[in-house]
């Protein structure tokens, strides 16, 4: 099990995929228990998976292909960070779009793409090379430009243009750059602190030129500025998709390519050693503020939380490219973080949107009277995102800017702090407006599609638990198992400081 175990994980979701494919419309009975099923096996399985990482085991599938490039699937403490994530959030974000489609046409399709964008987003957290993580990169913009267009109306169909063309132009530079840099080191298997630091001095402007074509391949679906149009635009897509891409699948995948480019190809030193990680920290920071910025400006309700995952993703490529333990612990653990908070969010928005048929800021006047539960869970995520304590994104924005401090880049300080006056610009009007402002009757609030309770247990249930993960991720982060205590492993290895 020590080689199958990586590819039996990635299996549970591609092959309920190419299973629900072949199900029936109205068989969704069946539908539903194969996804709910296979969702916890697959919690299960990554349990497993992380205590025997945990123990010291060593998991690792390769499958050889050609001149000496190899399919790997491997298990160390970042990539079970990520899949963690990943596994968690599949199981909540199914059981919220079971609810959210029900009735709608064309389920099997969905869930089948649904849960092909979960595996790719599995091959990515797992692979143990630059040359499989390209593979399941581009198998993630295949499956998931089914899913932006799945209302099949002009709209939606021009942001899968938009998005196709923007991710397929991303994955042309990836590809560029690591072709190049295998010509240097041939296959780039990632390694502890890279595999570049024996590099010769005369190869050293072909590292630097191939580390900005690498982060601009990933800073696609990562969403930097300039890079970031086709994800306002992809919000024509059901919640379901909203939260799946904005928290787990692919601006995360974006994310996690630059930290596995950064720790695991380049290392830290070596980064500092070729003077690479301002460049990055800059973009980053200007991708922030300008996300912030344009967010103040959205009364459409995902548009606006599309434009703060703009800003709230960078916060990792920050932290990273901050050089130093406490500053890279900070971007690290927002992975996460960020992923619980916003997903609570997305969902909370699908259901305003499916129980009074609210999708705009300005017509939220009063919404908390009559949704009281969801617009708590909302709060509860707005507030971690600002980085009230004690939520997770408190925890996050002290260790970057600690970090900044002890690493001797106070710049950084003012970006959090105008980040988070910000944040509480777009977020605190409201809050405000949903709880303590008189509902508009012109503003075209429906009748509550559930009279008895606000909606569906489907669609109620994960926001809820979200945003308790919320809260508790902030209260209990000093525990062991938390996240944020995982990501102070994985750190304090890349720094050469837990040998």
């Known amino acids: 099990m020590t080689s199958l175990l990586p590819l039996v994980i990635f299996a549970t979701s591609f092959l309920t995929g190419v299973i629900i494919f072949f199900i029936k419309e109205e068989a969704e009975g069946l539908r539903t228990f194969i996804n709910i099923f296979n969702a916890v096996l697959k919690i299960l399985l990554v349990g497993w998976l992380m205590w025997g990482v945990y123990q010291g085991t060593q998991y690792e599938f390769r499958f050889p292909l050609f001149l000496g490039f190899d399919i790997v699937l491997n298990a160390d403490s970042l990539s079970l960070l990520f899949v963690g994530l990943s596994a968690v959030l599949w199981l909540l974000t199914t059981l ?21 964008c979960v595996s790719a987003t599995t091959g990515i957290a797992l692979a143990g090379n630059l040359f499989t993580l390209l593979v399941f990169y581009e198998f993630l913009t295949l499956s ?22 923007y991710t397929l132009i991303g994955g042309v530079v990836l590809l560029w750059g690591m072709v190049w840099l295998s010509s240097l080191v041939g296959p780039a298997d990632f390694a502890e602190r890279g595999i570049l630091s024996a590099l010769p001095p005369q190869s050293y402007g072909q590292a630097i030129a191939i580390f900005v074509l690498l982060i601009l391949g990933f800073g696609v679906k990562a969403a930097l500025v300039p890079l970031h149009g086709w994800l306002p635009k992809a919000m024509v897509a059901p919640a379901p998709v909203s939260a799946l891409l904005h928290a787990v699948a692919v601006v995360k995948a974006g994310a996690f390519g630059i ?45 606006r939380l599309a434009y703060s995952t703009v800003s709230q ?3 990792i ?37 499916e129980g009074l048929h609210i999708k705009r800021i300005s017509a939220m006047n009063g919404i908390g009277r009559r949704m009281p539960w969801t617009m708590a869970a909302f709060t509860v995520g707005a ?75 489907y669609l109620l249930f994960p926001p809820l638990i979200t945003a308790s993960l919320v809260i508790l991720m902030g209260l209990f982060a000093g525990l062991p198992f938390s996240p944020l205590a995982w990501v102070k492993l994985i750190t304090l290895r890349e720094y050469g400081l837990a040998d």
């Open 259 to 303: 930290v596995r480019v950064v720790y695991d190809v380049y290392g830290i030193k070596f980064c500092a050693q070729l003077g690479i990680l301002r460049g990055l920290g800059i973009l980053a920071a200007v991708t922030i503020l300008y996300g912030s910025i344009r967010a103040l400006f959205q009364d459409d309700l995902k548009k």
């Open 383 to 457: 507030l971690g995102m600002i980085g009230v304590p004690p939520m997770a994104g408190f925890i996050s924005k002290w260790y970057l800017g600690m970090g900044a401090l002890r690493a001797g880049q106070g710049w950084v300080v003012p970006v959090l702090l105008g980040s988070s006056l910000l944040n509480a610009a777009y977020f605190l009007p409201i809050i405000y407006a949903g709880w303590f402002k008189e509902p508009d009757e012109r503003a075209g609030q429906g009748e509550l599609t559930q009279k008895w309770f606000e909606n569906r247990a």
């Open 313 to 315: 993703v960078s916060y």
């Open 144 to 165: 998931t430009y089914p899913l932006v267009t799945h209302k099949g109306d002009r709209e939606s169909l021009q942001a899968g243009r938009i998005y196709l063309a």
């Open 96 to 116: 919220y779009a079971i609810g959210y489609l029900q009735g709608s046409p064309d389920q099997s399709r969905f869930f089948g793409f649904f849960c092909l």
């Open 317 to 353: 490529a920050l932290g990273v490219a901050t050089v130093g333990p406490i500053a890279t612990i900070g971007g690290i653990v927002h992975l996460v973080h960020q992923g619980i908070t916003k997903i609570t969010l997305f969902f909370c928005a699908g259901n305003f949107a």
